[in-house]
């Protein structure tokens, strides 16, 4: 298994500023992603990044609102650009496994007043 | 997104008795993963079953998943404090490994 890091663990945020999150895996993963977790709420991906190529958007997720860098096969960051109070959420970062299970990081929680 | 639907969607059971948690999904998957997540941390991989597997077990953990109906269970047998979380479903349902997660069971364990 993977031993994935996040920093930071939580923050309080303004309105129109800017966050990046990082993702540090102890290991080399073909593989990243990123969800968000609303108050109360499931998961839902964000994007998928694989080293080498842009990030893979899902539905309602666009890259200027949250990009995201891959530079190598340990490490991504996730910015969450121009934020409201509706981005308060948990942001986690996952890597797939060898037996198409993910691996998830301790998640950021961010707070956005 | 498809998310899968969970039931209960909270749980509350004394220590030692079993607990059982359904998910439900829509679409036809590769596989199908149990996942825990203790107070809004990261989440911790419990077990995979894949789409031609019909049950399966790890440690006090048994999961069976029903294709015909796009249903999986999950039992948790004699329960114990620390089995305290939210339990989330997800089904790996495209090459792209990516995973749909189910809204999630709250479980607490009473001592």
């Known amino acids: 298994s993977a031993v994935i890091s996040q920093k930071p663990s939580r923050d309080i945020c303004q309105r129109g500023t800017s966050l990046t999150i990082q993702c540090q895996v102890d290991?080399?993963?073909?593989?990243m992603f990123w969800y968000r977790q609303q108050p109360g709420q499931s998961l839902t991906l964000i994007a998928t990044?694989?080293?080498?190529?842009?990030?893979?958007?899902e539905s309602g997720f666009v890259i200027d609102k949250f990009p995201i860098s891959r530079p190598n096969l340990t490490f991504s960051t996730l910015t969450v650009s121009n934020m409201s109070p509706e981005d308060s959420s948990i942001y986690l970062c996952?890597?797939?496994?060898?037996?198409?299970?993910?691996?998830f990081g301790p998640g950021t929680r961010l707070t956005v007043t | 997104s498809q998310q899968g639907e969970e039931d209960p969607q909270a749980l509350s059971i004394q220590e030692g008795e079993n607990a059982t948690m359904n998910c439900s999904y829509k679409?036809?998957?590769?596989?199908l993963q149990w996942y825990r997540q203790n107070s809004g941390r990261g989440l911790v991989h419990l077990i995979l079953?894949?789409?031609?597997?019909r049950e399966k077990h790890s440690g006090r953990l048994r999961v069976t998943l029903d294709t015909s109906k796009k249903s999986s269970s999950l039992l948790i047998t004699a329960s114990r404090a620390a089995d305290t979380a939210s339990y989330f479903c997800?089904?790996?349902?495209?090459?792209?490994?990516?995973?749909?997660f189910g809204q999630g069971t709250r479980l607490t364990i009473n001592p």
């Open positions: 996952s890597v797939d496994g060898t037996g198409r299970e993910q691996y």
């Open positions: 290991s080399q993963v073909t593989m």
């Open positions: 990044a694989n080293q080498g190529s842009e990030a893979t958007y």
């Open positions: 679409t036809s998957i590769n596989n």
């Open positions: 079953i894949r789409s031609n597997e």
């Open positions: 997800a089904t790996d349902n495209s090459g792209a490994q990516k995973l749909v």
